[in-house]
């Protein structure tokens, strides 16, 4: 299956190149490295691969890239499907369908429409809860994602697919996709923000899907649920389409290209990513003197790479490090967890311009009991370290009053009972303003107190994650213990194996004996390794810190690699 969308994404590349369709001969040299094989060999060989990806169709005897099924449908003859997701967070893999909404479209007019829930298998986040009001009650009675996604599939058939920011809704169902049938979702899909870009340019501010509800004033307002915001999305879509025709537009192809973006200067880089691995690993960006301006890691380092030099354009520090870039360093690694672990320490030590937004652990602060209050401090304390200061600042006002007790268990949200309350109780007084500043504060202390709940859990944690090393024949043992990553270990097959788990083991010991670490680095690396025990990959195995368990651990994964 990689095998095959991995050529898939090589014949796209080298369809672009050519900027048309490429000769069956030509393109099977360039994936198979075949001296001029016959046509009906040629066709044979990539009959797989051009099927199997809506990017790709047949023009004859040549391959170009593909308009989609329905390209010369008329617009008002053609069916839509436009679909909606609420996920558990941004990243296909990491985070998981929660809610799938659909409404079908046929002669322009509505005639259907689809909603389900989706079981994502872990507790809702909170903000998530929060943004959307679904409650983990309703999901745990919901379906299995495989379940909901081929009841969408079936809702869907073979009709054009339309999404507001199709790229992020497409990456949750590709993803589920491949999973099941190892293939891509072979359906042509319309985005309604690029189309909305081409066709409303200085009309509107923002192409965000409550800017053109509000716009076009349309009956269903976006409310961050899967079928509402399907529904909006379709009253925007035939606005758009409507706009399109008195531009021209008489098919879903021409649809297609009024919404396609223009070519980013950056794409004329993309033979930079040329020849990177399908391996996990991190990647440098690097500029003319060679300077470091972006670091990155990927569970595919290829599919990551290839992926900054496509039509959609990066947040804007990414988007200067590609106009700059001369060379992409990538450095492979044995599984997410250690490329993820490894680019925190090279963001740290090298301080990338385009990676600004990352984590800054000289600048965390930590909360300080003085006189029965809290203040803001730089000094390591059990009750922190806090990213924010600003946000430090605003909780530490919202606890003014706090008895002892409700300090005490600041990290078990002891404190929000009483200040929710006094929001009450000034909003009850007509006193507005009042209750917008305790608001600000609350919702700032809601966050500091999450994060040190989930500090004061992994603190607690200790155990040895187990993941692939990049040499063959040994395991790579992460010791957690004391809030810190205690030691990484590369434990062999073979007798040596003891020796190297005893050092990781007394590692940890050495660490639970010197206390729990309060260090803003040891927090970073804790947090991220955090995210990991939540939703461990499948490579990833978890055991306690005990050398019996981790021996035959490594020597399953070990098996159970060897068979597949």
């Given at each position: 299956m990689q095998l095959r969308l991995d050529a898939a994404d090589r014949l796209v590349e080298l369809v672009e190149e050519r900027r048309g369709a490429v000769a069956a001969e030509e393109a099977a040299q360039a994936l198979f490295a075949l001296a001029r094989p016959p046509v009906g060999l040629a066709r044979g060989l990539l009959e797989d691969v051009v099927s199997s990806d809506a990017r790709?169709?047949?023009r004859g005897s040549a391959v170009s890239l593909a308009g989609g099924a329905g390209d010369e449908t008329p617009l008002e003859a053609?069916?839509?499907?436009?679909?909606?997701?609420?996920?558990?967070?941004?990243?296909?893999?990491?985070?998981?369908?929660?809610?799938?909404?659909?409404v079908r479209l046929r002669g322009l007019t509505a005639a259907g429409t689809f909603q389900t829930f989706a079981n994502?298998?872990?507790p809702l986040p909170a903000a998530v809860a929060r943004l959307t009001g679904i409650k983990d009650a309703e999901l745990r009675r919901a379906p299995a994602p495989e379940t909901a996604l081929r009841r969408f599939l079936a809702f869907a058939g073979d009709c054009v697919l339309v999404a507001h920011n199709a790229r992020f809704d497409l990456s949750f169902l590709d993803r589920e996709v491949e999973r099941a049938h190892g293939r891509r979702i072979a359906a042509p899909v319309i985005d309604t923000v690029p189309l909305a870009r081409a066709l409303l340019a200085g009309r509107v501010a923002r192409a965000s899907l409550a800017s053109l509800a509000q716009f076009f004033g349309t009956s269903v307002r976006p409310c961050h649920r899967a079928l509402p915001d399907a529904q909006a999305t379709a009253e925007i879509l035939i606005h758009l389409i409507g706009l399109a025709q008195e531009r021209g537009a008489r098919t879903v192809g021409d649809l297609s290209a009024v919404a396609a973006p223009r070519a980013r200067r950056a794409h004329a880089k993309r033979s930079l990513a040329f020849g990177a691995p399908t391996r996990p690993g991190v990647y440098l960006f690097r500029d003319r003197h060679d300077q470091v301006l972006y670091v990155g890691r990927a569970r595919d380092l290829r599919a990551r790479l290839r992926s900054y030099f496509r039509s959609d354009r990066q947040r804007p520090a990414v988007e200067g490090a590609l106009l700059a870039v001369e060379r992409?360093?990538?450095?492979?690694?044995?599984?997410?967890?250690?490329?993820?672990?490894?680019?925190?320490?090279?963001?740290?030590?090298?301080?990338?311009?385009?990676?600004?937004?990352?984590a800054r652990p000289d600048r965390y602060v930590y909360f300080a009991q003085r006189s029965a209050s809290l203040v803001v401090t730089r000094t390591r304390t059990e009750l922190g370290p806090i990213r924010s200061r600003r946000r430090a600042e605003l909780a530490a006002r919202a606890l003014a009053g706090a008895s002892q007790a409700e300090l005490d268990g600041l990290s078990r949200g002891a404190p929000l009972p009483r200040v929710r309350a006094r929001l009450h109780d000034?909003?009850?007084?007509?006193?507005?303003?009042?209750?917008?500043?305790?608001?600000?504060?609350?919702?700032?202390l809601?966050?500091?107190?999450?994060?040190l709940a989930s500090l004061e859990r992994l603190r607690a944690a200790e155990h040895c994650l187990?993941?692939?090393s990049c040499e063959p024949g040994y395991t790579r043992a992460f010791f957690v213990a004391a809030g810190r990553v205690a030691s990484v270990r590369n434990v062999p097959e073979h007798a040596g194996a003891v020796v190297e788990v005893e050092a990781g083991l007394a590692a940890a010991r050495t660490a639970q004996a010197a206390g729990i670490s309060y260090d803003p680095e040891a927090a970073d690396e804790l947090l991220l390794v955090g995210t990991f025990l939540r939703r461990p990959p499948p490579e990833l195995e978890i055991v306690p810190l005990e050398c019996e368990r981790i021996l035959t651990a490594c020597a399953e994964g070990r098996l159970r690699t060897a068979v597949a």
């Amino acid at each position: 299956m990689q095998l095959r969308l991995d050529a898939a994404d090589r014949l796209v590349e080298l369809v672009e190149e050519r900027r048309g369709a490429v000769a069956a001969e030509e393109a099977a040299q360039a994936l198979f490295a075949l001296a001029r094989p016959p046509v009906g060999l040629a066709r044979g060989l990539l009959e797989d691969v051009v099927s199997s990806d809506a990017r790709l169709a047949w023009r004859g005897s040549a391959v170009s890239l593909a308009g989609g099924a329905g390209d010369e449908t008329p617009l008002e003859a053609a069916t839509y499907v436009v679909v909606d997701l609420e996920t558990t967070g941004l990243r296909p893999g990491q985070a998981g369908i929660c809610e799938i909404g659909a409404v079908r479209l046929r002669g322009l007019t509505a005639a259907g429409t689809f909603q389900t829930f989706a079981n994502p298998r872990t507790p809702l986040p909170a903000a998530v809860a929060r943004l959307t009001g679904i409650k983990d009650a309703e999901l745990r009675r919901a379906p299995a994602p495989e379940t909901a996604l081929r009841r969408f599939l079936a809702f869907a058939g073979d009709c054009v697919l339309v999404a507001h920011n199709a790229r992020f809704d497409l990456s949750f169902l590709d993803r589920e996709v491949e999973r099941a049938h190892g293939r891509r979702i072979a359906a042509p899909v319309i985005d309604t923000v690029p189309l909305a870009r081409a066709l409303l340019a200085g009309r509107v501010a923002r192409a965000s899907l409550a800017s053109l509800a509000q716009f076009f004033g349309t009956s269903v307002r976006p409310c961050h649920r899967a079928l509402p915001d399907a529904q909006a999305t379709a009253e925007i879509l035939i606005h758009l389409i409507g706009l399109a025709q008195e531009r021209g537009a008489r098919t879903v192809g021409d649809l297609s290209a009024v919404a396609a973006p223009r070519a980013r200067r950056a794409h004329a880089k993309r033979s930079l990513a040329f020849g990177a691995p399908t391996r996990p690993g991190v990647y440098l960006f690097r500029d003319r003197h060679d300077q470091v301006l972006y670091v990155g890691r990927a569970r595919d380092l290829r599919a990551r790479l290839r992926s900054y030099f496509r039509s959609d354009r990066q947040r804007p520090a990414v988007e200067g490090a590609l106009l700059a870039v001369e060379r992409i360093e990538w450095r492979v690694q044995g599984s997410e967890l250690e490329a993820a672990l490894e680019e925190l320490r090279l963001i740290r030590e090298l301080g990338p311009p385009a990676n600004a937004r990352s984590a800054r652990p000289d600048r965390y602060v930590y909360f300080a009991q003085r006189s029965a209050s809290l203040v803001v401090t730089r000094t390591r304390t059990e009750l922190g370290p806090i990213r924010s200061r600003r946000r430090a600042e605003l909780a530490a006002r919202a606890l003014a009053g706090a008895s002892q007790a409700e300090l005490d268990g600041l990290s078990r949200g002891a404190p929000l009972p009483r200040v929710r309350a006094r929001l009450h109780d000034l909003a009850e007084a007509l006193r507005y303003e009042d209750a917008a500043r305790l608001r600000d504060r609350i919702a700032a202390l809601e966050r500091v107190v999450a994060d040190l709940a989930s500090l004061e859990r992994l603190r607690a944690a200790e155990h040895c994650l187990l993941a692939p090393s990049c040499e063959p024949g040994y395991t790579r043992a992460f010791f957690v213990a004391a809030g810190r990553v205690a030691s990484v270990r590369n434990v062999p097959e073979h007798a040596g194996a003891v020796v190297e788990v005893e050092a990781g083991l007394a590692a940890a010991r050495t660490a639970q004996a010197a206390g729990i670490s309060y260090d803003p680095e040891a927090a970073d690396e804790l947090l991220l390794v955090g995210t990991f025990l939540r939703r461990p990959p499948p490579e990833l195995e978890i055991v306690p810190l005990e050398c019996e368990r981790i021996l035959t651990a490594c020597a399953e994964g070990r098996l159970r690699t060897a068979v597949a």
